[in-house]
């Protein structure tokens, strides 16, 4: 049937723009501080 398939297929084609939407916005939101990015902030840059 391939049903597993079309539901995670459909699920990562919702979640990949929200979650690059999310850290696009989260990366505005840093760069608006006067101060420079801290590790932790990078960090999760870095793995989103």
């Known amino acids: 049937n391939g049903g597993f398939t079309k ?8 979640f990949f723009p929200s979650i690059i939407a999310i850290l696009v ?9 006067e101060r420079k990015p801290v590790l932790l ?8």
């Open 7 to 14: 539901v995670w297929l459909s699920l990562k084609t919702v």
């Open 25 to 33: 916005w989260f990366w505005q939101r840093i760069h608006m501080l």
């Open 41 to 48: 902030e990078k960090m999760l840059l870095s793995l989103g």
